[in-house]
């Protein structure tokens, strides 16, 4: 087999490449605002915890309510103004997520996790990323409506993007956890693992979070030596990916392993080895003898070693 087989069309990467202008300079204009609210163009998500509810339609699953159907669908917390498409406003509203599971009696109604929605084609590519935004965006604030700094409960301001302490004046900004997500490269072999909460026969890149005084690159080599026990020199970004699930973007890169023998953290995997190019490009076609598979076009992982399968040593220059 060739080291560079054809594997087709690049698939979009999930949750990315946003049709929607943020306007972040209007979030404090009331009067802009109320007016997004009033446009009858104007249109809403509408999210209960991790489930996102969708009207069925004869052309499919429609995510996109108007404001008025959104906040009739179940008891509501927080609305947060996502940005415009085109002249119109886009809103995400929080459903009560117990409500929220009642609905998926309605025929006229289609409730579902993201995560499956783009696995699954459901929508439009367009809705993914502001149905991420809006997710990770009200997932925050469920998380955090009381102040860090004192206890009091928190105020909504700068429509969704800022929760005020009125009491200690302490101001909270929406948070994204930075994940390291690489693949370790030894000449024409590649390191995967596998953790016990991954489909059967998946196997994927090693991944952790950022910590505190970290860089990227030293967090790639860091997770990789903790769960597989690879030294790692040379790192290089690849690109990134929103990853609601939730609140984390996902920094992908490339790794240059220094050593070859593994050990397996396990409690973080349930096993990692080395895969040549051919034995990927088998698992991307579809035809890896063991049945292994990689992650879905909608994760970054599986554009991370794809890049590497069709460049090999390219991916590092």
């Known amino acids: 087999m060739p080291h560079r087989p054809d594997l087709g069309p690049k698939p979009r990467l999930g949750y990315t490449a946003s049709v929607l202008a943020r306007v972040a300079e209007r979030r404090t204009d009331a009067a802009f605002l109320a007016a997004c609210v009033a446009d009858p163009r104007g249109g809403a998500y509408a999210v209960g915890g991790e489930l996102v509810v969708m009207k069925k339609t004869a052309a499919g699953q429609n995510p996109l309510f108007s404001i008025d159907e959104a906040r009739a669908l179940a008891p509501t917390a927080e609305s947060v103004f996502l940005g415009l498409m085109g002249d119109a406003g886009r809103f995400g509203i929080a459903l009560d997520p117990e409500a929220t599971k009642g609905l998926k009696e309605r025929a006229?109604?289609?409730?579902?996790?993201?995560?499956?929605?783009?696995?699954?084609?459901?929508?439009?590519?367009?809705h993914l990323a502001p149905l991420a935004e809006a997710k990770a965006l009200l997932a925050w604030h469920a998380r955090h409506r009381f102040c860090a700094n004192c206890g009091t409960a928190t105020k909504v301001s700068q429509a969704g993007w800022k929760r005020e302490c009125l009491n200690c004046k302490v101001e909270h900004f929406p948070r994204t956890d930075p994940v390291v997500i690489m693949l370790a490269v030894d000449g024409e072999r590649c390191l995967l693992g596998r953790?016990?909460?991954?489909?059967?026969?998946?196997?994927?890149?090693?991944?952790?979070?950022?910590?505190?005084?970290?860089?990227i690159e030293e967090a790639a080599r860091r997770e990789t030596l903790e769960e597989a026990g690879i030294v790692c020199g040379e790192v290089k970004y690849f690109r990134s990916q929103p990853w609601p699930f939730p609140m984390s973007l996902m920094i992908g890169c490339h790794a240059r392993a220094t050593n070859s023998n593994i050990t397996v953290d396990r409690e973080e995997l349930e096993d990692a080895r080395w895969f040549t190019r051919d034995e990927v490009a088998l698992m991307f076609l579809g035809q890896h003898p063991e049945g292994i598979s990689i992650p879905p076009p909608i994760a970054i992982a599986h554009h991370i070693i794809r890049a590497w399968v069709e460049e090999g040593d390219g991916v590092f220059r």
């Not at 996790?113 to 367009?126: K, Y």
């Not at 953790?195 to 860089?215: D, I, K, Y």
């Open 108 to 126: 006229d109604l289609m409730v579902i996790d993201l995560r499956s929605i783009a696995v699954q084609g459901l929508v439009e590519p367009d």
């Open 195 to 215: 953790a016990g909460r991954f489909v059967q026969n998946m196997w994927s890149c090693l991944a952790g979070f950022v910590e505190p005084g970290e860089t």
